[in-house]
């Protein structure tokens, strides 16, 4: 579990095309986004649930790691969408 400089929290942010959204009610701590993508996912030091990090200074990951991102999230939690999509939350 790292020091989360910029947690976004139980919302939503964007890297690079892709909006990013976790649901912190179906996470269930396992820290498989945080170690596989520590620059855009961190743990609160609360709960030990997911939080978003302020991407906006971070290199952007490609689509293909936040989609295996999604893929390796045990419970779900993780959800993409192109930012362009015109979905509104
Ligand atoms: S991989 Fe999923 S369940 Fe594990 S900490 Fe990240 S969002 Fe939560």
Redesign the pocket.
Known sequence: MGDAENPVGDAETTVGDTGIR?DRDR????????LFLPDV?D?SEDDG??VLLDTAASDPASAAALRTAVM????G??SLRPRDSGVTA
């Open positions: 976790v996470c269930m701590g396992s820290g498989q986004c945080t996912f743990q649930k997911v390796r999230c045990p419970s939690a993780i």
